[in-house]
């Protein structure tokens, strides 16, 4: 099956500065990568997502790129707020099985005020 | 509008019991999702289900037994919980393709 790796497991960042989370999956059919953020204690939320027929995407803040030549994709946050900090994850799903999708192990932002 | 409910939120079992955890959603989803989140490890899928009446073994299924007997609903049954079951669950759904994941609120289980 699909498998997802996920880089850094912990990320502090000043607020104001950057950050950018990298993931990387095994199986080339993967072709819907979502990102999820989970604040503590609460259930996890989509965020930002992308499609294998994209390079990349913005929302505002939050921009998503993806290398299908090299199976990654990576998650950019711009001008961090202290409301950023949560646990993030990344998934990779193949639309035509079943419409699973495996996760990354995930990376807590911490912004420091 | 609910969105994905689960109960219990809360549970402690002592090894060797049973129980069963309740997923409902009113959005009409076809597909639906058991997944347990562990420290470092992020979302592993249990069971999944693509439609009323079917049910498919996920990442992690050992331990587990699931149902859809309705498609607003997908029940998690542990026949003889065991320790290493300790986790958070998360029930989720989404519509039939690669859409988005609604997770319900998650439930702790503690297993003695």
């Known amino acids: 099956g699909e498998n997802v790796e996920q880089h850094p497991s912990t990320l502090s960042v000043q607020e104001g500065d950057s950050a950018v989370i990298k993931c990387t999956y095994s199986?080339?059919?993967?072709?819907?990568f979502p990102w999820y953020k989970q604040e503590l204690g609460k259930r996890p939320q989509l965020i930002i997502d992308i499609r294998s027929n994209v390079g990349e995407k913005k929302d505002q803040r939050i921009a998503v790129t993806l290398n299908k030549t090299a199976k990654h994709f990576s998650l950019h946050i711009t001008e961090t707020q202290p409301e950023d900090s949560a646990v993030y994850f990344c998934a990779a799903s193949i639309s035509n099985t079943g419409n699973q999708f495996y996760f990354g192990t995930g990376t807590s932002l911490t912004v420091i005020p | 509008n609910a969105g994905v409910t689960q109960t219990p939120k809360f549970r402690v079992l002592k090894t060797g019991q049973s129980m069963t955890l309740l997923c409902a959603q009113d959005?009409?989803?076809?597909?639906m999702y058991w997944y347990r989140q562990d420290p470092g490890m992020g979302l592993r899928l249990i069971h999944y289900?693509?439609?009323?009446?079917?049910?498919a073994k996920g990442e992690v299924p050992d331990g587990y037994n699931v149902s859809r007997l309705k498609k607003q609903n997908f029940l998690l049954g542990l026949e003889s919980a065991a320790p290493s079951q300790t986790s958070v669950y998360f029930c989720?759904?989404?519509?039939?393709?690669?859409?988005?994941?609604?997770f319900g609120s998650g439930t702790q289980l503690s297993v003695l």
């Open positions: 959005m009409n989803h076809e597909y």
């Open positions: 989720a759904s989404s519509s039939a393709g690669a859409g988005k994941l609604f």
């Open positions: 199986d080339s059919a993967s072709n819907y």
């Open positions: 289900s693509v439609g009323e009446g079917t049910t």
